[in-house]
């Protein structure tokens, strides 16, 4: 009661606005509430189940059509390969994210190194045992995650070095970083995926072929480091020079200076904007769509149009569902970038 009028009612003017959020919240939650679970249908096989004047959210289209927006149209027998993939990725990646767990080292190498062939492996298959699996089958949750980890593991790195090369002393570098960055900063992620996929083969070589999925992963991760090198860049100009003529006076070199003195402190402190990046590009997953490409927003679109289940509530409910996993990586992106800050500046608290 205390922090209450403190805080929310500590005048006139703050408990009206208070009062007024209050009022709005009711608005917005509670017939939200009503439409997704009291008045939601959560059995059923058939649009039938679903239609109705009275009736809410149509669940029953997200548990018949679960496996499209995981794995969109890869072959139920091979699904196996997908879900030992995911679970090598959960499996490498939760123990890196808590700062207790030791071996840090042997897990980024397998992260860096052996899971992304381990991956290549088991979705592509094309040995034996393993049957070729095309990525135009791939879909769902599965190309989503594809392309937003490809585009995060290569941005950073990649954005790193962009943002040494636009402060490097060398004209050559320096021209080349500024044009490089400035150019896939000017361009949409629309336009680039449809350079990717359909003028890039043009220029190729007669015989030389990509495949449209990579294609669109290289497109996407060029255009995210072009965005990521301008966040790291923000962080190196946030330094003191004194740290660089510190690291100088005591012997250590270029690059000894920029990996164990400048770039941990820079990139500390730029990780909101880092994160933000990395969130964004995380929703952009969903353009591959116009190049062909199902994601999970693709795949709960294309499943909408399944006559078995045209109700007037499928395509809200489809897309409340797709809203809500993407709500969930991006909300739990945030609240790690958030813990971590917190973590790394433990010595400038009081």
Known sequence: MEWMRKNLFSSWGNSLLTIVALYLVYIIIVP??????????????????????????????????????????????????????FFLGAAGLIPLLMP??????????????????????????GRPGLPMVDTSYWGGLLVTLVVAVTGIVVSLPLGVLLALGRRSEMPVIRMFSV??????RGVPLITVLFMASVMLPMFLPEGVTLDNLLRCLIGVALFSSAYMAEVVRGGLQSMPKGQEE????????????????????ALRHVIPGIVNTFIGLFKDTTLVLIVGIFDLLGQVRTQLSDPNW???????????FAAALFWIFCFGMSRYSTFMEHRLNAGHQR
Do not use: H
């Open 32 to 85: 939200f509430l009503d439409w997704a679970v009291f008045s939601a249908v959560f059995t059923g096989d058939s649009r039938a189940a679903c239609l109705g004047p009275d009736k809410g959210a149509c669940w029953p289209f997200v548990y018949a059509n679960w496996d499209q927006f995981v794995y969109g149209r890869y072959p139920e027998a091979e699904r196996w390969r997908v879900n030992i993939v």
């Open 100 to 125: 207790s767990v030791p071996a840090k080292l042997y897990n980024v190498i397998f992260l860096l190194v052996a899971y992304p062939v381990l991956a290549v492996i088991l979705l592509v298959g």
């Open 179 to 184: 044009i490089f960055i400035e150019v896939w």
């Open 246 to 265: 510190a690291a100088r006076a005591l012997g250590l070199s270029y690059p000894q200076t920029m990996i164990f003195i400048i770039l941990p402190q």
């Open 310 to 320: 045209s109700a007037p509530q499928t395509a809200v409910t489809g897309y409340v």
